[in-house]
């Protein structure tokens, strides 16, 4: 009897446990059945109605799917729909009035590709990158394949909105319909896998402290899993913002979050430091600590854990256990037993009473903001202020829309007066290689690195492919082995890439052979000239948009670290001078940290060594952890005590203006390409802080008030205390660096 019952059970676990359910679970699988699927389905469209070309639709879907994120498809549907129609008129218009007048046409037409390149990435621009990139691509393809007969620009238009618009909507449907990705959901499970690893981080750490014993060997394991966390929840904000209108509504909200879990990290980070506190102190307060221990776990498990959508927090002890730590204090102050230590132990229990209250604090954002992000199947939260009310130049974007331009120029004259081989593709390739692959640099791409290269190689694997299709053509003319070959191509690829955050050279490559191969249509006889025309278009197309790419203002990751550095040492300026829209810096910087780290990973040259790069990556944490605390800083120097201030103030005011001094040295390092200099020192300012300090405890006068006087006195000196450590290590960081090594590569 129990075995027939048990039979049924088993049955069931095997069939739950069946392998190919979990295959379906890798998220590469699904993705490459997903663009498998959109490309077959294409293509078998494209052939019912019929289209003229098909390759069109097949590259639209290529490109579309690289957006794995559902959001609004009626908002993506419309903007697509009229980014094609609007490049339909406009290269329609130039084809069909100006090719005669080249001294319209090509400035014209410059000026179109320009500006639709620019507005593609201009930052801020949410879901309209898709419409503008749509127009620009539109445009070139009418101008491409009707240039040479205008008289049929019409007709060329007309197909060329069709395929697009087909493969736009395929596209879209595949990825919505068939295992959606949500941005929304995403970044919650992402930030809380980050938040519970940073939470592992204030245990060990807490526990350390109160047993007053070292962190075990295993915290710098922990803590290096942090930074590649950070890349992803950066990865997902920029793809979120681009694919998602309900991400794109609270991109504010998801800022702060990621602004907020690095502040937390930076908490762990001066925990570190809490041996350094007396013995007796840790001694007297070692309930207090465990009690605070307790409530910070706790308040991280509850944050870090799976709710659902609608689902309320439950309420947090962290207000409480402070609370008993701060009459823990007042009971020792009022024992005098803090009179009797020395002023540096003083200060260095001020900077971990700091720590901890900054500990408090950030938990209680992340809490907020965290009720603040955006769910699936839930009203969009309040959004929280958003300060890009008014465009702004994004400077990096002027360069691409430059470029792409230039590049449109170069290869529609060359079609229209040399008619080199393979025509329709050659302005395709260089124009999409110089527009796709400029903004995933910072989201993983290597941007024009080793281009030539690149190029070089690339030209080698399509000289194979020509000699592969020339002896595989024959065998293709059927239609079921052209769509099986298809197929298995595009599982490839998207199995390949469902891990890439934007697209990259041989991602782009592959898209256009595709095309090309699709183009061909091998289901009839395909004359070898064809084959061989087409894919030397393609690689002349390749080696223009190589030349441009990397003689005009090359896309490299020795330059854009260099940027995000001084975007640092600025920025933190900024926050220290109290300018407007302090949470916005704060958000800024952060995004910056997280791509800087990015950069340092893509550094491949002569000169760049590993001790290079691990100076360069303690630079950027050391950097990281220093824009929450001066943001700390701000917030709190406001609070000294009134009897305190008038002696206290002058000080830190001093100590400011070198703060400002030698973040000015570290900005004008990184402009000459040169760091074997000596640095402003802020050790006389810190001591004549700490002589002012001594002298007030030894007065007494802060001995009549209550026992938060005191400490809001130790919290802001610790502060300072903290902020000239950090400014100091990393003088002593770029000391060791070499860029002068690196910092040009001109080789190509």
């Not at 699988?29 to 003229?52: D, F, N, S």
Request: aromatic share 10%; proline share 5%.
């Amino acid at each position: 009897m129990s075995t027939a019952i048990e039979n049924p059970i088993l049955w069931q676990e095997r069939k739950w446990h069946w392998p190919i359910v979990g295959l379906f679970r890798d998220l590469r699988v699904r993705h490459g059945i997903k663009m498998a699927l959109a490309g077959t389905l294409a293509l078998y469209l494209t052939q019912v109605l019929p289209l003229p070309h098909d390759n069109w639709a097949i590259l639209t879907v290529l490109v579309m799917m690289t957006s794995q994120y559902t959001g609004s498809i009626a908002v993506k549907a419309i903007l697509r729909t009229v980014g094609t129609i609007a490049g339909a008129l406009v290269g329609v218009w130039l084809v069909g009035d100006y090719t005669s007048s080249p001294a319209i046409f090509l400035p014209v037409f410059f000026l179109i590709l320009g500006i639709t390149a620019y507005k593609y990435g201009q930052f801020g621009a949410r879901q309209v990158p898709y419409a503008y990139y749509l127009l620009g691509l539109t445009t070139l393809s009418i101008v491409t394949n009707g240039i040479a007969t205008p008289d049929q620009a019409w007709q060329v238009g007309i197909d060329r909105t069709e395929e697009i618009l087909l493969g736009s909507t395929v596209a879209l449907l595949v990825s919505t319909i068939l295992w959606p990705r949500s941005a929304r959901e995403e970044f919650v499970a992402a930030s809380r896998e980050s938040l519970e690893t940073i939470g592992q981080l204030i245990s060990i750490q807490t526990e350390a402290y109160a047993q007053g014993t070292e962190p075990p060997s295993k915290l710098e394991e922990i803590r290096r899993t942090i930074p590649p966390r950070l890349s992803l929840l950066r990865n997902l904000l920029q793809a979120g913002a681009m694919e998602s209108t309900f991400f794109a509504a609270r991109l504010s909200n998801y800022n702060a979050y990621l602004s907020s879990l690095i502040s937390l990290f930076d908490g762990v980070l001066i925990l570190g430091r809490w041996h350094r506190v007396d013995a007796t102190i840790v001694e007297r307060l070692q309930a207090e600590i465990e009690l605070i221990k307790q409530a910070i776990t706790e308040e991280v498990n509850v944050l870090s854990a799976s709710c659902r959508p609608d689902e309320t927090l439950p309420p947090s002890s962290l207000q409480v256990a402070f609370g008993v730590f701060i009459k823990k204090i007042e009971e020792l102050r009022d024992q005098r037993f803090f009179a009797t230590q020395s002023t540096d132990t003083a200060i260095i229990f001020g900077t971990h009473f700091a720590a901890i209250r900054s500990l408090r604090d950030e938990l209680i954002n992340i809490r907020n903001v965290t009720q603040g992000l955006p769910r699936f199947g839930q009203p969009l939260p309040e959004a929280k202020p958003n300060w890009d009310l008014l465009p702004s130049i994004d400077w990096f974007w002027v360069k691409v829309g430059i470029k792409s331009g230039l590049v449109g120029v170069i290869t529609i004259t060359l079609v229209k007066w040399i008619h080199p081989p393979g025509a329709t593709a050659l302005p395709l390739m260089a124009w999409l290689q110089t527009v796709l692959t400029r903004p995933f640099m910072r989201a993983g791409g290597t941007g024009d690195r080793g281009i030539f290269q690149k190029a070089f190689v690339g030209a080698l694997i399509l000289t194979g492919c020509i000699i592969a299709l020339l002896l595989t053509t024959p065998f293709l003319a059927n239609y079921p082995v052209m769509n099986l070959t298809l197929f298995a191509i595009l599982f490839g690829l998207g199995f390949l890439t469902a891990r890439t955050a934007g697209v990259t050279f041989w991602m782009l490559f592959v898209y256009l052979f595709v095309s090309v191969f699709v183009g061909l249509n091998p289901q009839q006889p395909v004359a070898s000239q064809n084959i061989i025309d087409s894919f030397l278009g393609l690689i002349a197309g390749i080696f223009i948009g190589a030349l441009v790419s990397r003689l005009i203002w090359p896309v490299l990751p020795q330059r854009l670290l260099r940027d995000s550095l001084l975007d640092l040492f600025a920025g933190i300026r900024a926050m220290l001078r109290e300018d407007p829209h302090q949470e916005k810096i704060r958000a800024q910087l952060a995004i910056r940290s997280v791509e800087a780290q990015q950069f340092i990973q893509r550094i491949r040259m002569h000169g760049y060594s590993e001790k290079e790069k691990a100076s360069l990556s303690a630079l950027v944490r050391q950097l990281q952890a220093t824009v929450p605390r001066v943001g700390h800083l701000v917030s709190y120097r406001k609070s000294l005590p009134p009897a305190a201030e008038p002696l206290l103030k002058p000080m830190l005011e001093r100590l400011e203006i070198e703060f400002h001094q030698i973040l000015d040295t570290f900005s004008e390092c990184f402009r000459q390409g040169d760091c074997r200099r000596d640095f402003p020192t802020l050790r006389g300012a810190v001591h004549a802080m700490d002589e002012v300090v001594h002298d007030i405890r030894q007065g007494g006068i802060l001995n009549v008030h209550k026992v938060t006087e005191p400490l809001r006195m130790l919290d802001v000196v610790g502060r300072y205390h903290i902020i000239a450590d950090d400014l100091e290590e990393c003088a002593k960081l770029i000391r060791q660096l070499r860029i002068d090594r690196y910092r040009g590569d001109y080789a190509l």
